[in-house]
T-cell receptor
Framework: DAKTTQPPSMDCAEGRAANLPCNHS???????VYWYRQIHSQGPQYIIH???NNETNEMASLIITEDRKSSTLILPHATLRDTAVYYC??????????????FGKGTTLSVSS | GAVVSQHPSWVICKSGTSVKIECRSL??????MFWYRQFPKQSLMLMAT?????????EQGVEKDKFLINHASLTLSTLTVTSAHPEDSSFYIC?????????????FGPGTRLTVL
């Protein structure tokens, strides 16, 4: 069963912020929220992950609501190279040897000039 | 760091032949490796999980005798598609879980495009 819900597609203008939502209303207390993206015909690329605090790295920011039932991935200044399928995944991060990332359908982000 | 490579990047074979795909963790040791399959316009589907030195665990619906997985070392796992048929044509992606500080991270290879004629 899918643990996350994402819109199937989104559009964004180049240079603008892209805000990708994810609903994970059944998340458990020990599950992290991971974001990966897949550019066409390539392997998935790690973006960011978090537990309950907002996180930021050189690629993006992750905003997690206080009840942890949803989150938003923010690409602050989208470029054409950010066009990809973005996957939001919840997973226990510790003490689960062998637990694989399970991918849903993701959101196809199209960045246009 | 934390690079995963796959070889070959693409392969075309005749129906009935076997194809081997290699997955290597280049700069870290991977006690666990995962194999995924992705059909066009679909998401990644987990096929199997392999731990170094033990038998792979296959997901429901994946034939273990058709998709042979060997994880003989901490840096190499292989997937052999035996007696390949056109319906096996797909994008195969491996992923490796590190040890120590990398235990909770899963790193992906670039994928292998298999076309069976």
């Amino acid at each position: 069963d899918a643990k996350t819900t994402q819109p199937p597609s989104m559009d964004c203008a180049e240079g603008r912020a892209a805000n990708l939502p994810c609903n994970h209303s059944t998340i458990s207390g020990n599950e992290y929220v991971y974001w990966y993206r897949q550019i066409h015909s390539q392997g998935p690329q790690y973006i960011i992950h978090g537990l309950k605090n907002n996180e930021t790295n050189e690629m993006a920011s992750l905003i997690i609501t206080e009840d942890r039932k949803s989150s938003t991935l923010i690409l602050p200044h989208a470029t054409l190279r950010d066009t990809a399928v973005y996957y939001c995944i919840v997973r226990v991060a510790t003490g689960q040897a062998g637990t694989a990332l399970i991918f849903g359908k993701g959101t196809t982000l199209s960045v246009s000039s | 760091g934390a690079v995963v490579s796959q070889h070959p990047s693409w392969v075309i074979c005749k129906s009935g032949t076997s194809v081997k795909i290699e997955c290597r963790s280049l700069d870290f040791q991977a006690t666990t490796m995962f194999w995924y399959r992705q059909f066009p316009k679909q998401s990644l589907m987990l096929m199997a999980t392999s731990n170094e030195g033990s038998k792979a665990t296959y997901e429901q619906g994946v034939e273990k005798d058709k998709f042979l997985i060997n994880h003989a070392s901490l840096t190499l796992s292989t997937l052999t598609v035996t007696s390949a048929h056109p319906e096996d044509s797909s994008f195969y992606i491996c992923s490796a879980r590190g040890t120590g500080a990398l235990f909770n991270e899963q790193f992906f290879g670039p994928g292998t495009r298999l076309t069976v004629l």
